[in-house]
Structures are given as C-alpha cells and as structure tokens.
T-cell receptor, first 115, second 118 residues
Framework: AQTVTQSQPEMSVQEAETVTLSCTYD???????LFWYKQPPSRQMILVIR??????QNATENRFSVNFQKAAKSFSLKISDSQLGDAAMYFC????????????FGIGTKLQVIP | ETGVTQTPRHLVMGMTNKKSLKCEQH?????MYWYKQSAKKPLELMFV???????ENNSVPSRFSPECPNSSHLFLHLHTLQPEDSALYLC?????????????????FGPGTRLTVL
C-alpha cells in the first residue's frame, strides 16, 4: 500500500520569504501522480500543484514549485514570496495512474505566515 | 454555483437521529467521492462513485449509506451514528477517462460538512 509522510506538523515563514514543505512517499509503482493541496481555515481544499511521475521537469505554478526526486521518493513544495493568504494546512497526496482513483493523503503541515 | 458545493455546512445530531449530507458538482465530472477528515489523521476515502455506480467502499460502517442518483449529485445518509463519527466530511469530484478506465484528472473538493454527533 502507498503511504505519504509529511514530517513537519507545523511550519512558519516570514511574509515575503521562502519556505519549503517536505513530503515523502512510498510506492512500488513507476507511474503515478503527486499533488499538493491547500486547505485554508475556511476549509475548502484547493489544488496547488500537480506532478506526473513520468515527467522529469518539476511542476511550477506562479509562486509555488516542487522539487520532485523520484528515486528518493521525495516531493517537496516551495512557496516563494510568502503571502498572508498562504497560511493554511498543506496536504501532500499520491494517486496511482492506470484506472485507480484512490488518493492517499499525508497528515498535513500547518503553515503560519508571520507579517 | 460553481465547483463542488456541500450542504449543510454544519450539522449537529444525536446518536438516534437520521440526517443526510448533500454534495453537488457543477464541473461536468463523472466520478464523485466521500472523504472523512478527522483531526490529526490523514483524509480517509469512504466511497467512490463512477457514472453513478459505487466502485469502492473503503470498509465503511453501514451506519453511513451513500446514494448517487446522477453524476452531479451525491448524498451521504447518516443513522445511529457514534460520537467518534464527528468529523469534517468532504465531497470531491473528478473526471474519469473512459479508455482503459484510467483517471488522470485531479479531484476537486467541496467545502465540507462539519458533523458533530452528541
């Protein structure tokens, strides 16, 4: 079974600074998808960024980028120029490709942005 | 309405009550999901529906009964719940690609229903 580990329960970052959230996963599959979701205090879970395992290039989305290390099974999220609105729970998630829709989530990292 | 909506947003019920949670997706997706989110635990997948057919029941107790009348609506009927069932219940939807049954699209979530069982 796949597992997703987020080892940082809480993180804080100064506004306008950069922060990196860690995620590792365990799988025996070679083709899969990885996601970072953000859940602000209002609770709506929002997709931040997504990475296909077969793509070597790291995904980016504006101020958000990932460092995908397939061999190490690591998928960290970097938030640049942090803003107050970035404060939220961040969940790392994994999904097999090939007809299997089950998404495995990590336990989450709570990010605090300090003005 | 856009995206995935859920009603009610908050629900308090006694252990003998019967209530239902409703989810509606406005994204034209063909798959819908129920998740349970408890504090300090990863999201737990409860049920998966593809094209209105249940394709996964993740060992959920029978006091939770899902219903999917069409691809846009999903219900979770609740009866004789326990206090440990108190949690945030999230609905999600995605587009499942038919050929080979592979799903390559992302799941989009609703805002959730905060359920408290007294």
């Amino acid at each position: 079974a796949q597992t997703v580990t987020q080892s940082q329960p809480e993180m804080s970052v100064q506004e306008a600074e950069t922060v990196t959230l860690s995620c590792t996963y365990d799988t025996s599959e070679s083709d899969y998808y990885l996601f970072w979701y953000k859940q602000p205090p209002s609770r709506q879970m929002i997709l931040v960024i997504r990475q296909e395992a077969y793509k070597q290039q790291n995904a980016t989305e504006n101020r958000f980028s990932v460092n995908f290390q397939k061999a190490a099974k690591s998928f960290s999220l970097k938030i640049s120029d942090s803003q107050l609105g970035d404060a939220a729970m961040y969940f790392c998630a994994y999904m097999n490709s090939g007809g299997y829709q089950k998404v495995t989530f990590g336990i989450g990292t709570k990010l605090q942005v300090i003005p | 309405e856009t995206g995935v909506t859920q009603t009610p947003r908050h629900l308090v019920m006694g252990m003998t009550n019967k209530k239902s949670l409703k989810c509606e997706q406005h994204l034209g997706h063909n798959a819908m999901y129920w998740y349970k989110q408890s504090a300090k635990k990863p999201l737990e997948l409860m049920f998966v529906y593809n094209f209105k057919e249940q394709t996964e029941n993740n060992s959920v107790p029978s006091r939770f009964s899902p219903e999917c009348p069409n691809s846009s609506h999903l219900f979770l009927h609740l009866h004789t719940l326990q206090p440990e069932d108190s949690a945030l219940y999230l609905c999600a939807s995605s587009q499942v690609i038919l050929a080979g049954g592979s799903s390559t699209d992302t799941q989009y979530f609703g805002p959730g229903t905060r359920l408290t069982v007294l």
